[in-house]
């Protein structure tokens, strides 16, 4: 009886917001796209506070502080996550549907009130939307089903002790200051709206809608170039090419992934040391296979360059040990392997061959060798083999790198017209360094994106000798597609929004089969 009267008094809707502000203004406008249901897809925080000591209630401005950092939690978040929530916006309310966070429960199913003030601010009654000292979020139109919320939490934190000798005083000034800090965090997630317009097909098990009889080659598979970086080189932007988990990266729906191993096992990239082994790295695709069993991986596996030959006898002792303990989740590598070959195992595509004690005709994997832009791959099990095109241009302007990457595009586009006899592989990297992994990231994504999306990009990119033949005019597989930032969303990147669309492009064209 309450919550209905209380409803019926804040109830206001988009006519009451009209009246307010005009039809014309933009916080009407807002409203109107918020309208419906919402769930969080990625989250990138960064910022830390500064903590004073407080004595007898006084602030002792000169003690010592320390700075937190962020970059744990970043990156996608999936349905099973801890931070993963949904919501509905409708007449004027808030309504959180979802959460899997205990602290949010007596949310659920309660509509609340919320307003948006400055064009873009919103306020919440339940403060789901807020920050410990600020509290509203800034509310940013991506598209027409995704949108961002950024929490600045910018400014003096303070926490009061109330309880006098078992007396609990509700008046601040009957208090004494307890805990007192700086706050600079931010916080930035993305939403995506999940309605008629949402493709019903979750990031973390979409092989599931693949057709049992595809075959591997057709489908277009995201991937990530040198996934392991983030442990290890997260703070160096030099070299980090990811900066999400490989927990992350596969939840994000990221399936190809990139390694080069060390003699002893650990994970390198560039002759930079990383912080886990290669068995690390496939005990959690093994954890995630056991979780989407009708998903595949598929793992590039080379040594480090410049080894000796005894090293690299380590080396395959060490990889086939790993891939041995994996048994039958490991796949056996045919030309003509269909996604029902593949589920639930992982396949080895490796430069070298590794030390296997069982049957010759028993063993996994591939071996890949490459000459040119054209690769020879050959089963481990024995004789049968086929081709793999691969682009990875490197140390070009990032108008020649797009250039390559959209000659590879159509060409791979093409193993779909039936004209085209061939079984191939295509393997296309984005990965570009002119300036940088990140610049690279940001000049090349977007353009990548749109040309995807069948926009004219020819003048998108100063410098590149556009060929007409490469406006995307039909559909068809994009092979295995290599990113840095593979799994990151930010002001700054959008590698997760190009990673979604090569995910979804394989309900695009009819896959051959088997």
């Not at 209905?4 to 917001?17: Q, R």
């Not at 509310?139 to 609990?168: L, T, W």
């Not at 090419?241 to 002893?264: I, M, P």
């Not at 997760?496 to 979804?504: C, G, V, Y």
């Amino acid at each position: 009886m309450a919550l209905a009267s209380i409803a019926a008094f804040v109830s206001c809707g988009k006519d009451y917001y009209e009246d307010k502000y005009g039809s014309d203004a933009p916080e009407t406008e807002l409203i109107e796209f918020l309208e419906g249901d919402w769930e969080v897809i990625y989250q990138h925080a960064w910022g830390y506070d500064i903590n004073y000591t407080v004595i007898d209630g006084i602030v002792d401005l000169d003690s010592g502080y320390y700075i937190k950092e962020t970059g744990e939690d970043n990156g996608p978040i999936s349905r099973s996550s801890i931070d993963y929530f949904a919501f509905r916006f409708e007449d004027g309310f808030f309504t959180l549907l979802d959460a899997n966070d205990s602290d949010y429960a007596w949310m659920i199913g309660l509509p609340l009130p919320y307003y948006i003030t400055d064009g873009n601010k919103l306020y919440d009654d339940g403060h789901m939307f807020a920050g410990d000292i600020a509290q509203h979020v800034t509310v940013e139109k991506v598209s027409r089903n995704k949108m961002r919320m950024r929490v600045d939490d910018v400014g003096i934190g303070r926490e009061y002790n109330c309880d006098h000798d078992g007396v609990i005083f509700k008046h601040k000034g009957s208090c004494e200051l307890n805990e007192y800090w700086e706050g600079h965090w931010h916080q930035l997630l993305t939403f995506r709206r999940i309605d008629r317009f949402t493709v019903v097909n979750p990031p973390e098990g979409w092989m599931t809608y693949v057709d049992d009889s595809a075959l591997l080659t057709q489908l277009s598979i995201p991937g990530s170039h040198a996934s392991a970086t983030y442990y290890g080189l997260y703070n160096d932007l030099a070299s980090v090419t990811q900066r999400v988990k490989l927990e992350g990266q596969w939840d994000s729906g990221l399936r190809a992934l990139d390694f080069t191993v060390a003699s002893d096992g650990g994970l390198s990239f560039k002759g930079n040391a990383l912080e886990r082994s290669f068995r690390d790295m496939v005990e959690v695709l093994q954890e995630k296979l056991m979780i989407c069993k009708q998903d595949a991986a598929i793992v590039f596996v080379r040594p480090e360059d410049g080894v000796s030959e005894s090293q690299l006898q380590q080396w395959r002792d060490y990889v086939g040990d790993v891939i041995s303990d994996l048994d039958d989740a490991a796949a056996i590598w045919t030309p003509m392997m269909t996604m029902r070959q593949s589920r639930g195992r992982i396949i080895f595509v490796l430069d070298e061959e590794f030390t296997w004690k069982g049957k010759k005709d028993q063993m996994p994997g591939v071996k890949a060798v490459r000459e040119g832009n054209t690769v020879s791959l050959t089963s481990m099990a024995g004789g049968e083999s086929e081709k793999m095109y691969v682009q990875d241009v490197s140390g070009v302007s990032h108008a020649d790198k797009l250039s390559a990457i959209f000659e590879s595009m159509k060409l791979s586009m093409t193993f779909d017209n039936k004209e085209v006899e061939e079984n191939v592989w295509m393997i296309n990297s984005l990965s570009s360094f002119d300036g940088g992994y990140v610049e690279g990231a940001v000049r090349v994504a977007p353009t990548v994106w749109s040309f995807l999306s069948g926009e004219d990009v020819s003048e998108m990119v100063s410098g590149i000798a556009w060929d007409p033949s490469w406006k995307k005019s039909e559909e068809g597989p994009l092979g295995i597609v290599f990113m840095d930032f593979a799994a990151e969303e930010s002001d700054e990147l959008s590698f997760a929004t190009l990673t979604e669309m090569i995910r979804l492009n394989n309900w695009n064209y009819v896959m051959k089969k088997r």
